[in-house]
């Protein structure tokens, strides 16, 4: 896990610093820019901006009401202090929507597609930086849950389920071209919040083939502190045994191994590999 990942875990206040900054600019992209356009984001908010198109009820006040039967749903099925942290950061984003209702009337671009990449933009970096500090803005996220832990569906799945039914909510009110507008949006606040959730910290598997497998192996294990796991391997021209080296790292560790590699054997052979999910010791589970 990287340094900034337990700095934020082990300061409170820079945590909450972080998630307040995070919802702040995550409330500019949706107000600011996806709003004036009659643009729906993800989730609860574009649920919420749906209902205040039609209404003009502060859409901070709606997100409110529509995390409340969420919220009781939570306490019944997950765990007390999630729903509970979760609850606060929920209080905080309803509060900041709210107050930034009427940014948009500061920016005057009128470009609905500058509008929806921009408004994407700023809600993914907000999201992100929420969720690099491992919490919840609640609503949508308390639902994936809740479907994670009884049915076992991947939060991602629901969270793009609900988006669909969102975008397609949209397309029946406000027409077609403000549908795919608002998909143009979604996508591009989906990439720069995975991009600010996992920056610096992608985990790497790494396979390591040389004749000088046990000096790695001890190295890897001594100066990175990262478990090592050999497998028995063979040539398939030449059919000499070998012991081959595998590995789960950060993605900052791999400079290290292949320079632990290379210092005891230079021609060895270095496979490196993304990892979209590990659960173990030394690691600690995605959020999302």
């Known amino acids: 896990m990287s340094k900034v990942n337990t700095a934020l875990e082990d300061n409170i206040l820079l945590r909450y610093a972080v998630i307040i900054a995070g919802m702040t600019i995550a409330c500019i992209g949706i107000n600011g820019f996806l709003r004036p356009a009659h643009l729906l984001s993800g989730g609860v908010p574009g649920a919420s ?16 009401l529509i995390n409340v039967p969420i919220f009781v749903l939570g306490f019944i099925y997950l765990e007390k202090d999630f729903c509970v942290t979760s609850l606060i950061n929920m209080l905080l984003f309803s509060t900041l929507l709210g107050l930034t209702q009427d940014i948009g009337h500061f920016i005057p671009t009128k470009d609905i597609l500058l509008q929806s990449i921009y408004g994407g933009i700023l809600s993914g970096i907000g999201t992100g930086l929420v969720f690099r500090t491992k919490s919840s803005q609640g609503g949508t996220d308390i639902i994936a849950a809740i479907l994670k832990f009884k049915k076992n569906i991947p939060m991602k799945d629901t969270t793009f389920g609900i988006n669909i039914m969102i975008v ?41 083939i040389s004749k000088e497998s046990d000096c790695i192996a001890r190295d890897i294990m001594n100066i990175l502190h990262r478990g090592v796991t050999f497998l028995d391997a063979e040539g398939a021209y030449t059919h000499d045994r070998k012991k081959l080296i595998y590995c789960i790292v950060s993605s900052n560790e791999i400079p290290k191994i292949k320079e632990i590699a290379l210092k005891y054997d230079k021609k060895s052979f270095i496979s490196v590999n993304d990892v979209s999910e590990v659960k173990g010791r030394g690691f600690k589970e995605k959020f999302l």
């Open 49 to 64: 901006a749906a209902i205040n198109y039609l209404t003009d009820i502060n859409i901070g006040f709606l997100t409110f």
């Open 168 to 208: 397609s909510i949209g397309g029946i009110l406000f027409g077609l071209d403000l549908a795919l507008y608002t998909l143009i949006g979604m996508f591009i606040s989906a990439s720069a919040m995975n991009f600010v959730k996992d920056a610096m910290n992608y985990q790497k598997s790494v396979m390591v």
